[in-house]
């Protein structure tokens, strides 16, 4: 839907021949409008109803009683996943899931142990006002107002009340004023008494460091905090880099601990304003608002005056600053007059239109929408531009300052932890809790051995386990297809550039066992409906695999051309760009891998791994968002097909769903039976699910709704069939970083490292993996939590297999970050999410056709 429909159905039009910023058009918004600093502030908690349990009454003690605290009327969904436990329904782990074989090595980590008092309990209080006060302010300010509460360590929601000192009496009586003489009685009854391991006590230590990192004079943004008092500047793009920490509090092993992240927050030193008169100077300017809207539209831009971040879901070209809104209290002001006093800032451009965004709900049962109107000259926009992502310079700096090495890293964090006992109203924060910061965690973890390479008739032994592309030019590939039908399509201009490619692909291709045949060349004009045309005419049922070589990355002519030969006419396809083979220093470089793609179209072997298990199934599930239409996500589901695991069955699912859960489990495991069935004359006896793309806080949703799917899939009662089952959640983002300390300095761990242990989690079966190299800054481990598990394997045994199944990803000659049954699913959702937006063809489902 284009900006001007999608006015049209929101009851107000724009007019193409505008030629001033920020003329007004007769239009008018529906909805309550308020600039965005009069928009309710995010608070520390947010309960504003109390679950029926809890006015039925709780005893003490039990901890039933605790609820969930909440950020803007929305739960913080990382927290959800405390009260999950899936380890106590694992027997063969339930006493231990250490493994033992590897090489011990000494590791340093990124935790630091926090220490409370032997008998340390949370108190929590259930506050009722009578009358009711609908101002949370007011609430809270009628509350902290009483002298019992002045010296009191103390967190409060306005409904729900924690202390880390217990109230004298069960149930507290309080009285007081309001500014209006307005007598309120404060009834404070005890609900529950919680241990520091208690979900709710995560919540609150959470909620501490929050004040505590406010203490150190840093600023939050979303989740993280940053420093803007030392940013990194690039002025030739105009950019900004602010330093900051991700923090969390949890409970592991057997420790509370703080865990801190360095990172930074990219902004433009551009407002929203400057852009748009840019825009406005440039283009051509009877276009300038669809312009405007397609460049801006979902953008997220950040407001210095209070640090706060929001979406732009549109623009209202009908507003200006000169324009009045209703405050709070009932009095009109101009947008302009409000931030001269709010803040002491006058605007420059009176004419400029307002941005718009939709707020987040705040009440469980939210009424009419609720949006703030934004400043354009106020507002910097965040992140990278297409045009400044293309700057191969900037993005070298960008690396230089955002990659931190570890003993860059290490520096930082040894920064914040000092400022953290230093400073007194952080120490001070902390110690009215009882709570100690401590040292920085050391643990012991072990690496895997290396695994050798198995080709067809020899077993390589590469130099580098992280990159063996060098060593795969001197072996035979596992299994290959003769490729003697098919075709080349490029234009007139890039003919010379086909000729040479295909000199280098018989080079490489002999040395491999992989027979490349004469293809026919076909040359058209540089325009899509010219590639398209030649592919429709000479594409038929003989043809193996359709190359095009594009002459620029227009996405268009791409997405054309993978609709019709994924859909329409299902052959396998291989499109480069020319200006990739224009690059003849790295053209045998290009043409292996393109090779080797082109071997796991026609549905061939790369390499294998030793196996240890047989009838052994192993599938990958990712789920993405489709970028076409909302509400709709894409389910990827890829599975073993043979013993070796160098075969695969890919399938992918459009659902109606704006959820990240996978409806179609079911048909496709079922699929994925008769695959095997069929090249293996028996089913598997053990299936292992790797569940990528997993959210904060869609754990228990994945435990009660997909892993129910897999199993009543798999367990047929008529034939007896019932295999072996596991499924593991893959994280690819954590909070821990592991460093080993050699020769003196802190470097990467080694390759196959694995940590289970003290860095875990006691209610999961859960352990870290380090499965890729880092060429600059600190490597990020990957994190598995097996949430299912009766195949019964020893935790060496597991680990070791998801370690064996990050080499067999035949889209890089080398270890990845994660197995490759979930580097397939993902790299299936994100064609069919990006450019197809249908479900491929099954005639392909045998084949790596989205490599």
Known sequence: ?????????????????????????????????????????????????????????????????????????????????????????????KDSKTGSTGVPVKLVTNLFNLVLPREWHLFQYHVVFSPELASKRLRIALLYSHSKFLKKAKVFDGTMLFLSEKLEEKVTKLSGETQKGIYVTITITLISELPSSSPTCIQVFNIIFKKVLQKLSMYQIGRHFYSPSDPVEIP????????????????????????????HKVLRNETVLEFMTGLYNRKDKSHFIETCEKELLGCIVLTRYNNRTYRIDDIDWSVKPTDTFQRRDGIKITYCDYYKQQYDIS???????????????????????????????????????????????????????????????????SRLADNIQRNTEARFELETWGLQFGCQMSLTGRVAPSEKILMLDSICQPMSAADWSRDMRHYKLLGVQPLNNWLIVCSHRNEDVAESLLSCLRRVSGPMGFHFGKPKIIKVQENTAAFMRAIQQHTNPDVQLV?????SNQKDCYDSIKK?????????????????????????????????????????????????????????????????????????????????????????????????????????????LDRWYRYNHS????IIVYRDGVGDG???????????????????????????????????????????????????????????SE???????????????AHRGTITPTYYNVIYDDNGLKPDHMQRLTYKLCHLYYNWPGLIKIPAPCQYAHKLTFLVGQSIHREPSMELADCLFYL
């Open 1 to 93: 839907m284009t900006g001007r429909a999608r006015a049209r159905a929101r009851g107000f039009c724009r007019s193409p021949e505008l030629r001033q910023l920020g003329q007004p058009q007769p239009a008018s918004w529906s909805h309550p409008t308020v600039p965005d600093s009069e928009a309710s502030t995010s608070t520390d908690l947010g309960t504003d109803r109390i679950p029926q349990r809890l006015k039925e009454g709780v005893s003490v003690g039990d901890g039933a009683g605790s609820t969930l605290i909440q950020k803007g009327g929305k739960t913080w969904n990382s927290f959800l996943e405390l009260g999950i436990h899936t380890r106590e329904k694992l027997a063969h782990v």
């Open 236 to 263: 030739r793009h105009k950019l900004s880099l602010w330093p900051g920490f991700a923090v969390s509090v949890s409970q592991f092993e057997s420790k509370l601990m703080f865990a801190a992240d360095v990172i």
């Open 347 to 413: 605007l420059s451009d009176l004419s400029q239109p307002m941005l718009v965004s939709q707020l987040k709900s705040k009440g469980i049962d939210s009424g009419e929408a609720r949006i703030a109107h934004l400043v354009p000259e106020l507002c910097f926009l965040t992140g990278l531009s297409k045009k400044v992502t293309s700057d191969f310079r900037l993005m070298k700096d960008l690396a230089t300052e955002t990659c931190l090495n570890p003993i860059r890293r290490q520096q930082r964090l």
């Open 547 to 551: 190359m095009c070589i594009l002459p």
């Open 564 to 672: 019709f030969l994924s859909l329409d006419h299902p052959i396998p396809s291989q499109c480069v760009l020319a200006r990739t083979l224009s690059r003849q220093g790295m053209m045998m470089s290009i043409a292996t891998k393109i090779a080797m793609q082109v071997v796991c179209k026609l549905g061939g072997e790369l390499w294998a791994v030793e196996i240890p298990l047989k009838s052994l199934m192993v599938v990958g599930i990712d789920v993405n968002r489709e970028t076409c239409a909302r509400g709709r996500s894409v389910v990827g589901f890829v599975s073993s097909s043979n013993s070796g695991i160098t075969r695969w069955f890919s399938r992918c699912i459009l659902q109606n769903t704006k959820t990240e859960m996978a409806d179609c489990l079911k048909v496709c495991m079922k699929g994925a």
């Open 683 to 686: 089913f598997p006896a053990r």
């Open 698 to 756: 869609q754990l228990q949703t994945i435990v009660d709704y997909e892993v129910p799917q897999l199993l009543s899939s798999l367990r047929d009662s008529n034939s007896g069939y019932s295999p072996k089952v596991s499924v593991i959640v893959v994280r690819k983002k954590c909070m821990p970083r592991f460093f080993t300390e050699m020769n003196g300095t802190l470097q990467n761990p080694p390759l196959g490292t694995v940590v289970d």
């Open 759 to 773: 860095a875990t989690r006691p209610e999961w079966y859960d352990f870290y993996l380090i499965s890729q190299a």
